[in-house]
């Protein structure tokens, strides 16, 4: 018997009872505040748990808390949502969602982005080496990752403005200052930590779920030709900087207990440390939208590289964590070429520029486009876990003054 | 006429009148709180100042409140420490340095790594690409960056255990786990942002005084092992994540106007937006000591890129600053073999292995070997700006488990 919540929940909702996603939202003219989607609405955790870890604008004080306050919790607001007992005291603090502001859910510590879905590091490998292996001899043997900009990480609907920079092509002599003219997306899944870690002590592909918090979508914009120029040889800066998004819902591990599937055969075995009993591969169905029309569906479950993988990858070194770290997938692509995660490779840097229903074509971003993803995955009791959607528009780039 | 202290300030001391470095110190028994070094002191601004601001483990509220106050507070401290009629009531926040414990002076918001030496950045191309250019064509076009791991930035003195990570020889077939081999130190000097800026908006060179609080010593810790093997395409990441030792003392850049000089000519000109009128070059007389036996003396006056220049390139695509973050300059080295910054260098990839006074001999860091770097700056009438000194000793690599 499937079990419901008095509050009603359309059907097809993101937000049945069996998701309880966490964020951050901002009642007109009150402060913002933790509260947990459910259908329609926002439920106002500080006013019916009437604990001051949710009476904060980001998640974090309760993420400290650790797995066993998220896991009373969770029970506690399911009892809430469920008994009609408490549907007295607990209506009143339901806010509906369309009239609430969702800010950033979290402050983030550090932020690590993975290059960790095999089919798009090969078709960058593809395009950019035709002459060489496309992936790079490390890539199966290590999640590759590389530290972005934490304090660039945004909320969904943030405008992002175009960025300026240098960028050389092959042909130039030098280098020549500008708006990018490849500015990409990259559609990406994001895991939250919420229990840190000591220094010194590598924590095991095991304890993920220990550790990690939550799960949200993540577009980490990308100026290729800004990229290109000066990545070499410490990885790329100011090409990634300058805008990440994630959605504003953070989806608990418990709600995706479902979703969890094999990563696909992992060959050459890795090393002891990345392995995993039962692996935390997640069937995730990603959806890209460009103005409004879907050009994307990447399967996260075609990732190579594992989200405890890439936990433990990070922390073998001995590396601490931080409540509010954040670490991202790198783009997800499925092996057809409508699964591609990027524009880049979408158009196959050019070849193939998409056509649009409005018969505009794009290789990259213009001016005014909004770029959406969202995704949903299997759920306890047969119902679908949405992940809200991740979404911004593309301003004009600043006038040099 | 030179204005003095009543504090005796001993001959030679890092920590003169016209110095006065910022910093967190925690007395036997009493909570953290903001500190300034004068002499054999810590004078506690908490006590004298009473406001809310120095009453924090952390020199972040504080830095927040930006250039102005900066200067007040400044102004304000050498006004208690030279005129006796404060002496009655500032004597009794003085604190003997040696008895208090200095902190992490401030919570790392983002932390970049720059590779701003020219001659390190030739160096390592000499070493690791005989047959190229030593340095990469974008090199003398930009600050070559990249983001750090700022969750392990730690405070000086606290022991670096040798990392454990994969690695692979260029003869090996596959790569093996285990402690770092060639564990490394990078001598650099690094840069803490008081007021951060808006997303979107760029920070001009001119502006730098604005944004940056002060200036202290770093170790950027390396294992080139675990680095070499994983750092294509997207950069460090295990190879550096460890540990970043900083200095405990932030030096405020009012003290360092005497220390201001040229860049080394840069050639080809660098685009408009890494243009200065006044260069931010600093006069910094760097010293690296091995197990007390000093093993070189980089100059940072070489340094290619100023640390303005850094901070415009950061900025440039619009990404924003934050009270907190932190960059530092990359390792820094002269043209001369006993002022290169880092081991690597110092033995040449181990063709020339350093013999200390003991006879032992080091081409990267044994277990229980000591690191300590040191800097002095020319200072206002006359007197010597003293960085104090950032410490660190190797601990043996973890057990695996």
């Not at 005291?89 to 979290?106: N, Q, W, Y």
């Not at 590598?202 to 220990?210: H, I, K, L, N, Q």
């Not at 577009?219 to 090409?239: C, H, K, M, T």
Request: contains cysteine; glycine residues 8%.
């Amino acid at each position: 018997m499937t079990v419901t919540s008095w509050v009603p929940v359309p059907e097809g909702s993101d937000f049945p009872l069996a998701n309880l996603p966490y964020g951050v939202f901002e009642p007109a003219g009150e402060p913002a505040r933790v509260g947990v989607a459910i259908g329609e609405h926002v439920l106002d955790l500080a006013a019916v748990l009437g604990d001051e870890v949710f009476a904060q604008p980001s998640l974090n004080a309760f993420m400290a808390q650790g797995k066993q306050s998220w896991q009373q919790t969770r029970a506690r607001i399911t009892e809430m949502l469920t008994e009609e007992s408490h549907r007295g005291t607990v209506e009143p603090a339901l806010h509906r969602r369309d009239e609430v502001r969702l800010l950033l859910p979290f402050e983030v510590a550090d932020y690590v982005d993975f290059y960790a879905s095999e089919q798009h590091a090969s078709n960058i490998g593809r395009m950019f080496r035709p002459d060489s292996p496309p992936l790079m001899p490390n890539w199966k043997h290590l999640p590759v990752g590389y530290h972005g900009r934490a304090g660039t990480v945004v909320a969904s609907e943030t405008p992002i403005v175009r960025p300026s920079g240098q960028r050389k092509p092959p042909q130039a002599e030098a280098p020549a200052f500008g708006p990018s003219q490849r500015l990409d997306i990259e559609a990406e899944v994001g895991f939250v930590v919420g229990a840190g870690s000591e220094l010194g002590t590598p924590v095991s592909t095991e304890d993920f779920a220990e550790h990690v918090f939550g799960v949200c979508l993540v577009n980490d914009w990308s100026a290729r030709d800004i990229q290109a120029w000066e990545y070499v040889p410490l990885g790329p800066f100011l090409g990634k900087s300058f805008a990440t998004s994630v959605s504003p819902w953070i989806v608990p591990l418990d709600a995706l207990q479902q979703a969890r599937v094999p990563t696909p055969d992992q060959d050459p075995q890795p090393l002891p440390y990345l392995r995993e009993d039962r692996p935390w591969g997640l069937d995730l169905a990603m959806e890209v939208s460009l103005n409004d029309e879907v050009v994307a569906r990447p399967p996260f479950e075609a990732l190579y590289w594992s989200p405890a993988q890439q936990l433990a990858h990070m922390t073998v070194n001995g590396a601490s964590l931080r409540t509010g770290d954040f670490y991202a997938s790198g783009t997800v692509s499925g092996s057809e070429t409508d699964q591609r995660g990027s524009l880049i490779e979408l158009s196959w840097n050019g070849e193939n520029p998409l056509t649009l229903k409005d018969g505009s074509q794009r290789v990259f971003l213009a001016d005014g486009d909004t770029v959406t993803i969202r995704a949903t995955a299997p759920g306890a009791d047969g119902t679908r876990i949405g992940f809200g959607e991740v979404t911004g528009t593309i301003l004009p780039a600043r006038e040099e003054s």
